[in-house]
């Protein structure tokens, strides 16, 4: 069983030439005036319908005759505003219909273009989106592990300062009875100074201060 969608019936005033315009685009491209309106409801999204111009009413001065064809004036010719017969499903304005049927007409004169990605590229974009998505997830879970390790190798800061040697070899990482060499402490120092450095993201200026008052005293050791 089929859902039949309702349709409602819209008279939309509008200029002769606006009417004539989109009565000759229906009749050409074999559809009816509703089937255009439609048509642009279903690839363009409807801010952007609403947003676009309305060629609006009819001026004072753009009026047909018709004549009755009921009622007690039937057969006399009457003076009316232009206008469309357009069936749509209810829930429009007559605004929105005219500015749908006006973007039809430019699309047909190449003035405006709708464009339309090819499944491939959708498929592209959905596989791109992932990607960035796992990157991310990488990027974040990565920046933990920094935290981590900074926060392993964050000492806590000595009360009274470095005052002993291993006050020293503390501040540096090393356990108090380690012999680290010359070169061995001066790496630990670069690497440490690189973390702790006030100007880094992760900085401390009073750990800074007692990184370079430990390579001091030790230096003053002799290692």
Request: proline share 8%; glycine share 6%; hydrophobic share 35%.
């Amino acid at each position: 069983m089929t859902n039949r969608v309702l349709k409602h019936s819209y008279t939309v005033p509008c200029a002769s030439p606006f009417r004539d315009a989109v009565e000759t685009l229906a009749e050409r491209r074999k559809v009816n005036v509703g089937d255009l309106a439609r048509s642009i409801l279903l690839v363009v999204p409807g801010d952007t319908v609403a947003a676009y111009g309305d060629p609006g009413e009819p001026p004072t001065d753009d009026r047909e005759t018709v004549v009755l064809k009921s009622g007690p004036a039937e057969g006399r010719p009457w003076r009316r505003k232009p206008r469309l017969q357009v069936r749509m499903p209810p829930g429009h304005d007559i605004p929105f219909i005219r500015k749908a049927l006006a973007m039809a007409l430019a699309m047909d004169k190449g003035e405006v273009a709708v464009s339309v990605a090819k499944g491939s590229q959708i498929e592209e974009q959905r596989i791109g989106r992932e990607e960035q998505s796992s990157r991310l997830v990488e990027i974040n879970e990565e920046l933990e592990r920094l935290r981590t390790i900074v926060s392993v190798l964050a000492f806590e800061p000595l009360p009274d300062g470095v005052r002993t040697r291993g006050d020293a070899l503390h501040v540096l990482g090393f356990p108090p009875s380690s012999e680290p060499d010359t070169r061995t402490l001066r790496a630990k120092f670069r690497m440490l100074a690189t973390i702790h450095h006030p100007d880094s993201h992760y900085g401390s200026h009073q750990r800074m201060s007692q990184l370079n008052q430990a390579m001091e005293f030790l230096r003053h050791q002799g290692i």
